[in-house]
Structures are given as structure tokens and as C-alpha cells.
């Protein structure tokens, strides 16, 4: 069973282009969330989607940023005309349906915003 | 606001030494986690502790929670090098939200 996927693990934009983040979360999973990590600090939450359906996107910058979870296929976070403050690592979380508590991580995607 | 604070913010200690870590939080929770971030790598889920327990354990690991005071303990015995990482206390927003709320953890080293 493979855990929550992420690609790609690392993308460099130059400032003014769009970065697309992809997340596969775990089999049988059908909420994602997102979070940002800047270096030496904790994730901050950024939203929180299930399939077609953003429940909670309360972390979410209120400009060029977007997020999406299609019936098929990966869920999608969207930064477009990025700016260096946008470099960091998102992480994208799964939890099955009757275990919400429990998030399970991927690896992450590295912006780095040139 | 930030929701968990770890202390210390960085530890280092000796090889079978054991490692505290303390994490406090400001508002009323549900539940509180303990996850380990590897350098570069993502979190992986250590434990889970509701708010009507008081001490849970798990193989080298024991977290504390004491709700009157807001605070949580992560003790690693008989530490190892590949305990070498950052951990991090999760809370849930106490207002029945699926987000986690994070502190900025603690960077652990194990000194062989």
C-alpha cells in the first residue's frame, strides 16, 4: 500500500511563473490537506479538501493561491505568478474517512522560487 | 497564532541517553500528536494522545499530557542515532476543525 505521494520533490520556478503541486494521497483515503514549511519552522495548515469539495481553506493566502481534489485523479495546489516569499516545502496529508485525527504525510515538494 | 511551542528548541545529547521534550499549546484540545521529521523528508506519526489521558506509551516513547497546565511531554529512552531528527507536537484547533496546528518543533541529535 503505498503511502501519500508527492510530485514533483523538487521544482524551481523563476518569479512570475506558476508552480502546480500534485498529491496521491493513500489508498482508501479520501481527505487532503495541505500545509507550507518555511525553513526552521513548523507546517502551517493551508487547506483542507475532500473529493470535489474544499472544506476548510482558512490557511490559504487570499491571492494566487488555489487548491483543488477532482473526483479522479491527484489533488492540485496551484501558486500562480510566484514571488520568492513563496519558497518552502509543501507538505500535502491524507486520512482515511473514520480516522481524521491521524494524518499521514508525504515526502514533500521543495519550491524554490528563483 | 501559534497554537504548540516545543522546548528546547534544539537538544543534543549521548547515544542511549534519554531525550525530553516538552510542548505547550493555548487553547482547549481533542487530542494531541507527536510526529518525527527526518532532514528533507517528511512527517511520520509517532502518537497520538487524547485529552482524557494522562500518559501513554509506545516501544522507547512516552508522552505526558497535563491539560491543566497546556502541556505535553515526549520522552525518548535509550536513545539512538537514527532518533537524530526534528519532532513536532500537533494539536487539533479545539474547535472541532480537521487542520493540525503545529509547534516549531525540536532538532534532536544523538551523539554517537
Known amino acids: 500500500n503505498a503511502g501519500v505521494m508527492q510530485n514533483p520533490r523538487h521544482l524551481v520556478r523563476r518569479r512570475g511563473q506558476e508552480a502546480r503541486l500534485r498529491c496521491s494521497p493513500m489508498?482508501?483515503?479520501?481527505?487532503v490537506y495541505w500545509y507550507r514549511q518555511l525553513p526552521e519552522e513548523g507546517l502551517k495548515f493551508m487547506v483542507y479538501?475532500?473529493?470535489?469539495?474544499?472544506?476548510?481553506e482558512s490557511g490559504m493566502p487570499k491571492e494566487r493561491f488555489s487548491a483543488e481534489f477532482p473526483k479522479e485523479g491527484p489533488s492540485i495546489l496551484r501558486i500562480q505568478q510566484v514571488v520568492r516569499g513563496d519558497s518552502a516545502a509543501y507538505f500535502c496529508?491524507?486520512?482515511?474517512?473514520?480516522?481524521?485525527?491521524?494524518?499521514?504525510f508525504g515526502a514533500g515538494t521543495r519550491l524554490s522560487v528563483l | 497564532s501559534q497554537q504548540g511551542e516545543e522546548d528546547p528548541q534544539a537538544l543534543s545529547i549521548q547515544e542511549g541517553e534519554n531525550a525530553t521534550m516538552n510542548c505547550s499549546y493555548k487553547?482547549?484540545?481533542?487530542?494531541l500528536q507527536w510526529y518525527r521529521q527526518n532532514s528533507g523528508r517528511g512527517l511520520v506519526h509517532l502518537i497520538l494522545?487524547?485529552?482524557?489521558?494522562r500518559e501513554k506509551h509506545s516501544g522507547r516513547l512516552r508522552v505526558t499530557l497535563d491539560t491543566s497546565k497546556k502541556s505535553s511531554s515526549l520522552l525518548i529512552t535509550a536513545s539512538r542515532a537514527a532518533d537524530t531528527a526534528s519532532y513536532f507536537c500537533?494539536?487539533?484547533?479545539?474547535?472541532?476543525?480537521?487542520?493540525?496546528?503545529f509547534g516549531q518543533g525540536t532538532r534532536l541529535t544523538i551523539n554517537p
Open positions: 496529508a491524507s486520512s482515511p474517512p473514520t480516522t481524521k485525527n491521524i494524518q499521514y
Open positions: 489508498k482508501g483515503h479520501s481527505h
Open positions: 479538501l475532500q473529493k470535489e469539495n474544499i472544506i476548510d
Open positions: 487553547t482547549s484540545i481533542n487530542n
Open positions: 494522545i487524547r485529552s482524557n489521558e
Open positions: 500537533a494539536t487539533d484547533d479545539g474547535q472541532g476543525a480537521q487542520k493540525l496546528v
